[in-house]
């Protein structure tokens, strides 16, 4: 769980550093982020957009729940009579929200840090591949066995850094990311047919697994 406090007038200026701020509050991938606004004043309704463009971005990944905490009565209705706010959540304060997340069960989450080796991509397939079985998606598990070897591949193949490897499951539904240590940003390529961008990893295996 991830806490951000936020303070003084929320308008187009300061509503482009507050999805910054949550943007990078998320890619710890907190199990629910909670947004102190019991200091924060809506300025007009461009400011109000930065939060629902926020809750637009987070309802599909990282799917992490976002609770507004202490809004004012202006604050709070504005947010309810937005309807692209509706993936946002609302509490009294902060100590509310955090005793209710503390008492729903936490969702299944795999944390793990891999060298950038070949071998990682054995390795993250096996513990993807004993999850699903675990969470009961069997179904899923050679797809996302598939997914999880590309990811951990780019990582081997270009960043040459350790990284680190999330998965787990929230609704019924399977995420996973790999952060690596690249200062670089990520550049799209247009892959021939035979390279092994398009074939499938060239540096690590990528053998059917159970459930493929």
Request: contains cysteine.
């Amino acid at each position: 769980m991830a806490v951000l406090r936020l303070s003084g007038t929320l308008d187009q200026v300061t509503g482009d550093a507050l999805q910054q701020a949550v943007r990078h509050s998320l890619a710890a991938e907190p199990h629910r982020l909670l947004l102190d606004v019991s200091d924060l004043r809506v300025g007009d309704p461009i400011g109000l957009s930065a939060l629902s463009a926020v809750a637009c971005q987070t309802s599909d990944w990282p799917d992490v729940p976002i609770v507004l905490c202490g809004a004012s009565p202006e604050t709070e209705a504005a947010v309810q009579a937005a309807p692209e706010c509706a993936g946002l959540g609302l509490a009294p304060d902060c100590e509310a929200a955090i005793a209710e997340a503390r008492a729903e069960p936490e969702p299944p989450l795999i944390r793990l840090r891999l060298r950038p080796v070949p071998d990682a991509c054995r390795e993250v397939r096996q513990i993807v591949v004993q999850a699903c079985e675990t969470w009961h998606r069997s179904d899923l598990s050679g797809t996302a066995a598939l997914i999880a070897t590309e990811l951990v591949a780019n990582v081997v193949r270009h960043a040459h850094t350790t990284m680190e490897f999330t998965f787990g499951l929230r609704d019924g539904r399977l995420r996973m990311s790999v952060r690596d240590g690249s200062r670089r940003m990520p550049k799209p390529a247009a892959p021939g047919l035979t390279s092994p961008e398009a074939a499938g990893s060239g540096w690590c295996e990528t053998s059917p697994t159970r459930g493929a």
